[in-house]
């Protein structure tokens, strides 16, 4: 839930207000938000989560929190949109959507996600990978990095992507669940493309809640390109992780999720939806 806050401020105050709003491009609400949880030494290793992995498997596709909330409790993350129309990706404080065809929009306040992954986004551990051939080179190198199993991590990688090849969940269809919707999802690849990888790192015990292990969306450095990650080639990597110790989790109040059997383990499901392209099916 958001509040707003009416009061007087110095003139000085306003003008520095202003100025900060035409550098950084953010919205005054998010500027003043972010000064806010500065002054009041609020939580910075939180994460806000909406709804859980165990409904998107089952289908809870129904939007239940809007991209103007997310951005009341962080300014980084990941998730997708209702219906599970395109990715969503947050970086510095900016919402976006990568549709089918892998093109970028960003995303209006009043639009509605079943299920995101949030935080205020900031460095604990900066390190540098010259070169990465494959995910799987990738999850090797972030493993020697990241404090330990038992944590959340965010993780943020900026650098040039030599090849990128990415997906983007398409609307579903009535009745489907995450695995069918995926498997006729849009699949394409970048070249020579500079940009970022923004997304989370989740340990087992949390399968139900979140994906376990690394769940990471792209987005050029332009905004114009993006979408879920599959597979890469990249160097010059900047690469910086944010621990994570504190989760608030929003479950939603639709019919659709109250209805739903969570009482399975959604691991298996979650395995082929979000690393498993449609020609491997």
């Keep these: 839930m958001s509040h707003e806050l009416k009061c007087r401020i110095s003139n000085s105050l306003w003008k520095s207000l202003q100025a900060e709003k035409g550098r950084t491009g953010h919205s005054l609400s998010f500027i003043v938000d972010q000064a806010l949880t500065e002054a009041l030494g609020l939580e910075h290793h939180s994460i806000f989560q909406v709804s859980t992995s165990g409904a998107l498997v089952k289908g809870v596709f129904n939007g239940c929190t809007t991209v103007g909330d997310l951005k009341n409790h ?10 599970l129309d395109g990715e969503l990706v947050m970086l510095d404080g900016h919402c976006f959507q990568a549709s089918a065809d892998g093109v970028v929009h960003e995303a209006k306040e009043d639009w509605v996600t ?10 604990d551990k900066t390190f540098s990978l010259e070169s990465v051939d494959s995910f799987e080179h990738l999850e090797a190198s972030l493993d020697q990095e990241r404090l330990s199993e038992n ?17 983007a969940v398409c609307k579903a269809l009535p009745g489907e669940d995450l695995v069918a919707t995926t498997s006729h999802q849009s699949e394409f690849t970048f070249e020579a493309v500079e940009g970022t990888l923004i997304g989370f790192w989740t340990p087992t015990y949390a399968k139900t809640l979140n994906v376990p292990g690394y769940h990471l969306h792209f987005l050029s450095k332009d905004r114009r390109k993006g979408g879920h990650v599959m597979n890469l080639q990249a160097r010059n990597l900047l690469a910086t992780l944010h621990v994570e110790t504190d989760i608030h ?8 999720f109250l209805k739903a059997d969570l009482q399975d383990d959604p691991s298996r499901d979650l395995d082929i939806a979000e690393k498993v392209t449609k020609s491997d099916r």
Excluded: H, K
């Design 74 to 83: 962080g300014d980084f993350g990941l998730g997708t949109f209702e219906d």
């Design 114 to 123: 079943p299920f995101a992954t949030v935080t205020r986004f900031s460095a």
């Design 151 to 167: 944590v959340f991590t965010g993780i943020r990688l900026d650098g040039v992507f030599d090849r990128i090849d990415l997906r």
């Design 249 to 256: 989790l929003a479950i939603p109040e639709t019919e659709a």
